[in-house]
C-alpha cells in the first residue's frame, strides 16, 4: 500500500496547456509538500500545507496553483504551460513541519513541448 | 534564508572502499540535518539523520558527523556495494527543508 502516491507518473502536453497533478498520502500525516526536481536534479520547495493551510510558498509563478482539500490530499495545478516548467514533481509527507522525515512519492515528470 | 551547498556533485568508488559527501549550510539556526538517497525514477528516501545536539550518528555501514560551528556535515559510507549507486542529498533545516545539490555516486564491482 502506497504511502505518497502520485497522479499521473508522466505528462506531456503542449506549452500553454493547463495541467493538474494529484498526491495522497495515508500516512496520517499533517504536512505536505511540493517539490520540483529539474534536469540537473536539484529538489527544489515549492509549497507546503499544513493542515490545509499553506504554510510556505516560495517564489513560484502564479501558474502553479496547489490545493488541498483536505490533510490526505495536496494537488497541484499549472496554468499555461512553458518549456522551463518541465521537470519531475515530488509530492512528499511528513508530521509536523521541517522536523522530521519526509515521504516522498515516486514524482511526476512533466514534458512540455 | 538558508543555503547548502554539497561536494563533489560525482564520486566513483570501487566496491569495498568508502565513500564521504560534505555539506555546509548557511543559516546558524538550522537545527535538523538528514541525508537521502534517491535511486533511479524513484522518490527521494530518508537513509540518516542527524539534529544539532549531536556531533556524530552511525547506522551500520553509514555514518553522519555534524560540526556546528564550522556549519559543516558530512556523510561517511564503509564498504560500499554496488547497490549503494544512487544520488545522495544533504539537507539542513530552520523552518524548511532546503536541499544540497546531490552527489552522484557510483560504485564499480
Known amino acids: 500500500d502506497t504511502a505518497v502516491s502520485q497522479t499521473p507518473k508522466y505528462l506531456v502536453t503542449q506549452m500553454g496547456n493547463d495541467k493538474s497533478i494529484k498526491c495522497e498520502q495515508n500516512?496520517?500525516?499533517?504536512?505536505m509538500y511540493w517539490y520540483k526536481q529539474d534536469s540537473k536534479k536539484f529538489l527544489k520547495i515549492m509549497f507546503s500545507y499544513n493542515n490545509k493551510e499553506l504554510i510556505i510558498n516560495e517564489t513560484v509563478p502564479n501558474r502553479f496553483s496547489p490545493k488541498s482539500p483536505d490533510k490526505a490530499h495536496l494537488n497541484l495545478h499549472i496554468n499555461s504551460l512553458e518549456l522551463g516548467d518541465s521537470a519531475v514533481y515530488f509530492c512528499?509527507?511528513?508530521?509536523?513541519?521541517?522536523?522530521?522525515?519526509?515521504?516522498f512519492g515516486e514524482g511526476s515528470r512533466l514534458t512540455v513541448l | 534564508g538558508e543555503n547548502v551547498e554539497q561536494h563533489p556533485s560525482t564520486l566513483s568508488v570501487q566496491e569495498g572502499d568508502s565513500a564521504v559527501i560534505k555539506c555546509t549550510y548557511s543559516d546558524s539556526a538550522s537545527n535538523y540535518f538528514p541525508w537521502y538517497k534517491q535511486e533511479l525514477g524513484k522518490g527521494p528516501q530518508l537513509i540518516i539523520d542527524?539534529?544539532?545536539?549531536?556531533g556524530e550518528k552511525k547506522d551500520q555501514r553509514i555514518a553522519v558527523t555534524l560540526n556546528k560551528t564550522a556549519k559543516h556535515f558530512s556523510l561517511h559510507i564503509t564498504e560500499t556495494q554496488p547497490e549503494d549507486s544512487a544520488v545522495y542529498f544533504c539537507a539542513a533545516t530552520a523552518d524548511k527543508l532546503i536541499f544540497g545539490t546531490g552527489t552522484r555516486l557510483q560504485v564499480f564491482p
Open positions: 542527524i539534529r544539532s545536539n549531536v
Open positions: 500516512l496520517g500525516h499533517d504536512t
Open positions: 512528499a509527507s511528513s508530521q509536523g513541519l521541517a522536523t522530521g522525515e519526509l515521504f
